[in-house]
């Protein structure tokens, strides 16, 4: 049943949302990737995976109804939405000005806003659809230095939460993905003396990869995935059992 159905999935150039976009067109989806402003490795990754990028900001309301509009004109109307663009902006809140806090809530959180409403009006009216929000471990757990990322990534599940209630009735499921740690450009910014602290902590013995997520992702927006709603699948190599 996949077969032709649209899927988006945001920051679907790069890492994990890479992987996600990957995935869903080998099941037999019609993907759209989005990206923020990386127009190589979007390039690069068009090219080789022969998937249209379609670049605008999530954290901007506008963009998002423009691009969706655009992308259901062309693919045809969204069926699966996977909210997986991302950023960090680390420090500890003493030494966080107003807008790394506001950067990543804007572009992790009210992203999911964003996009969401662009979409659920139809999804709605044909009683079918499927969201994914990447949240994250420090989401569920928080993390020294990251106070906008958390506050962000915990926001995603409960929003989730909320979502899926709203949509149960018309046939939409949304979940949300928590990852451990997984080996991204994201992860390889940490320096790697904080890195083997981490990696000594995840009980599997290692990092996890973008693929790791994506077959999670490919679960929750299956047919069979029908009266999943509302949960939060936690892939993280054990580290963080929720
Ligand atoms: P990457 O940094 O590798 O890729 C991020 C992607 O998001 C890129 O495609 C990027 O576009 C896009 N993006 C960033 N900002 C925006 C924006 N404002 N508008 C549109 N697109 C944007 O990230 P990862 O693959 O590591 O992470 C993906 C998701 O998974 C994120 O939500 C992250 O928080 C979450 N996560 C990651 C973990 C990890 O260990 N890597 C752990 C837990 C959660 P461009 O290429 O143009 O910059």
Excluded at 25 to 44: F, I, L, P, S
Excluded at 91 to 110: A, F, G, P
Excluded at 146 to 172: D, M, P, R
Aim: with cysteine; glycine share 10%; net charge neutral.
């Amino acid at each position: 049943m996949s077969e032709g159905r649209v899927a988006v999935v945001t920051g679907g150039t790069r890492g994990i949302g890479r992987a996600i976009s990957e995935a869903l067109k080998n099941k037999g989806y019609k993907v759209a990737a989005t990206y923020a402003g990386n127009d190589d490795a979007a390039k690069k990754f068009s090219e080789e995976t022969g998937i249209a990028a379609y670049k605008f900001d999530v954290a901007d309301f506008a963009a998002c109804e423009a691009a969706v509009k655009k992308i259901s004109e062309e693919l045809g109307p969204v069926d699966v939405l996977v909210n997986n663009a991302g950023i960090t902006r680390d420090t500890t809140i003493h030494r966080m000005d107003y807008q790394k806090w506001d950067e990543v809530i804007q572009t992790n959180l009210s992203s999911c806003f964003n996009m969401c409403r662009c979409v659920i009006d139809s999804m709605r009216d044909r009683s079918f659809g499927r969201i994914v929000n990447i949240g994250s471990i420090n989401g569920q757990a928080g993390q020294y230095g990251q106070v906008n990322y958390a506050a962000a990534k915990s926001g995603i599940h409960g929003f989730t939460k909320a979502l899926a209630q709203e949509g149960a009735s018309k046939g939409i499921t949304v979940n949300a993905i928590a990852p451990g740690y997984v080996d991204t450009d994201m992860v390889r910014a940490v320096p790697p003396n904080v890195l083997e602290k981490i990696i000594a902590k995840i009980p599997r013995g290692r990092l996890g990869k973008a693929d790791d997520i994506a077959r999670g992702v490919l679960f929750l927006v299956a047919d069979d995935a029908d009266f999943i709603t509302g949960s939060t699948l936690s892939i993280n190599g054990g580290q963080h059992m929720y």
